[in-house]
């Protein structure tokens, strides 16, 4: 007869294709069954934190539910920073996981209920008569909240038999916003007859304007008014029409599309929080620009925001265009009046820094030339995360994740890279991380050399240090000996589990990137490119965490 974890296995499988994770005591059964019983692909990690990491950006990726899986302890304790992670950036996901007996903890369990609970995530137990049903809720949890769930089986619980999996009902899923009632048709009467006479409108959109699938209306709504498109860096491609968008905002903006943004008279958001970052601590948009925002919480999320709309981007987005075109709107003319190209572009840097090391800006610029043009980036966090937001575009949201940064973490990097490449099968998947946050995820370059193979490239920022915290403190005089490391040869790190390692002193060291990209996918190694660059080399959004907190 099933097992207790074979309800849960086979439940979880109608509505996933993929499962992250470390085998251990209390999910051996539950994996047991997902191999021999259902189509769903399990695929080894290293440590149990990939496994999470992974799940993440596989839905990044994808839009698609994943699942990660632990044992008990402190495998589950393992999990926690990722699955703050995804907490925090609102990744829904299931982590199934062992747990402590029925009968009561052994020595070495621990209160994980509590544990999750304290990160965000919401436990959900299973017992022998309900553990199908307990499994279409977690999954029904997650993709309402946008959170991670966790699925907790007892140990003792695990093997039971508990007869035939039953039919459970499926997942039931939230409709889109609608705004609703007088106030709420007031306001957005209010966001289309601001545009209807701004002289220089703006168009903001975020990641929760891609997951709402808002694109194609955006699009419409920024044609019927000559507006300027502009993203947040986990929103960037979600406007159609790239010719006449400023790229990502705030600190990874260039500074001549940052200062376009400060002459908008009008300025409207969709799906975006507005935190600080994306804000430049308060100074994207000018004193008098007239803010509106459109998301789904309960109230702005900024107090330069003038006016609210509660609803879905892409329901409000669709409502704007009828009311302006209603309203006989003409073209603002501003978006064709402007040099774009000019206002996107970067400082390409000066090849070698006053150091004698690389200018990371010359090798961000370069290696921009080089990748191929479907990929997908996946960004650990660290000092270096401002040039591959600057320097390598994208052409949807889907196609960049920054995995770490929500909850301010590092080393989280490779992992996330075989989540990406088993969502994205023919993109190349690029990730990018830094010296300490590559160190601290060791345990998975094995993993995102095994299942990326020769569709990855790992750059590694290599400045002997914890680059943000020297920038931060150690130019306030804090001693910085524990913030350097000892350089590191990641290269020779990545030959020792089959990839290939190429030291970059020189910009033309950066060469061999370009005959990889050039060699057939299936014959050529993964390549790891062990960047040895200047730490003296601030990037603008470092620039402007130091003025504010100096």
């Known amino acids: 007869m099933p097992t207790v974890s074979a309800h849960v296995a086979l439940t979880l499988a109608r509505h996933i294709d993929h499962v992250f994770g470390v085998m251990g005591n209390g999910n051996a059964y539950f994996l047991d069954a997902l191999e021999r019983s259902t189509d769903v692909s399990f695929t080894a990690v290293r440590h149990e934190a990939g496994g999470v990491v992974a799940a993440d950006a596989y839905h990044r990726a994808s839009g698609r539910l994943a699942a990660a899986t632990s044992t008990y302890g402190a495998g589950f304790t393992n999990t926690l920073t990722a699955l703050a992670e995804a907490v925090q950036a609102h990744v829904p996901l299931v982590l199934v996981v062992g747990d402590e007996p029925t009968s009561g ?53 695990a093997a039971r038999d508990a007869g035939p999996v039953p039919e459970a009902p499926e997942p039931r899923i939230p409709e889109p916003l609608v705004p609703a009632g007088p106030f709420a048709a007031g306001a957005v009467a209010d966001v289309a007859a601001a545009l209807s006479t701004a002289r220089r409108p703006l168009l903001l959109a975020g990641r929760g304007a891609w997951i709402a699938g808002a694109g194609e209306a955006l699009g419409e709504l920024a044609d019927a008014v000559g507006a300027l498109t502009a993203s947040t860096a986990l929103g960037r491609g979600v406007f ?63 107090p330069h925001v003038g006016g609210y709309v509660r609803g879905d981007a892409a329901v409000v987005a669709r409502e704007l265009v009828t009311a302006v075109r209603v309203l006989g709107v003409a073209s603002s003319g501003w978006r064709e009046s402007v040099d774009l190209a000019t206002a ?34 996946v ?25 770490g940064t929500a909850f301010q973490s590092i080393g989280l990097g490779f992992p996330s890279v075989a989540g990406a490449a088993l969502a994205r099968p023919s993109a190349t998947v690029v990730l990018t991380t830094g010296d300490g946050g590559g160190l601290m995820a060791l345990a998975d370059l094995e993993t995102a050399v095994r299942v990326a193979g020769g569709r990855g490239v790992a750059v590694v920022w290599n400045d002997a240090a914890y680059g943000a915290e020297v920038n931060l403190y150690g130019l306030k005089g804090l001693a910085q000996g524990p913030m350097r490391i000892p350089e590191v040869d990641f290269a020779a790190l990545a030959e020792g589990v089959g990839a290939e390692g190429v030291v970059v002193r020189t910009l033309a060291d950066l060469e061999r990137l370009s005959t990889w990209a050039a060699e057939p996918e299936a014959s050529r190694p993964f390549l790891l490119l062990d960047c040895r660059i200047s730490g003296a080399v601030l990037a603008p959004y470092q620039e402007e965490i130091i003025r504010v907190n100096s």
């Open 105 to 157: 903890p052994r020595p070495w369990d621990v209160d994980q209920i509590a544990l999750a609970s304290a990160v965000g995530a919401r436990t959900y137990t299973v017992g022998r008569a309900d553990a199908a049903a307990t499994t279409v809720i977690a999954i029904e949890h997650a993709l309402t909240y946008r959170v991670p769930t966790v699925l907790a089986i007892p140990y003792d619980v």
């Open 344 to 377: 996107r572009a970067y400082e390409r840097g000066d090849g070698v820094a006053p150091d004698g090391r690389l200018d990371p800006r010359s090798v961000a610029a370069r290696i921009a030339e080089l990748l191929p043009d479907d990929r997908v980036v």
């Open 379 to 403: 960004s650990d966090g660290g000092h270096f995360i401002g040039w591959a937001n600057m320097y390598w575009p994208v052409t949807a949201p889907d196609r960049m994740m920054m995995i």
């Open 240 to 302: 159609p029409r790239a010719e006449f968008d400023l790229g990502v905002t705030g600190g990874f903006g260039a500074a001549g599309a940052m200062e376009l943004i400060r002459e908008a008279d009008v300025a409207v958001v969709f799906g975006a929080s507005l935190n600080q970052f994306t804000m430049r601590f308060g100074e994207l948009f000018a004193p008098g620009t007239r803010v509106f925002q459109v998301d789904i919480g309960p109230a702005a999320s900024h």
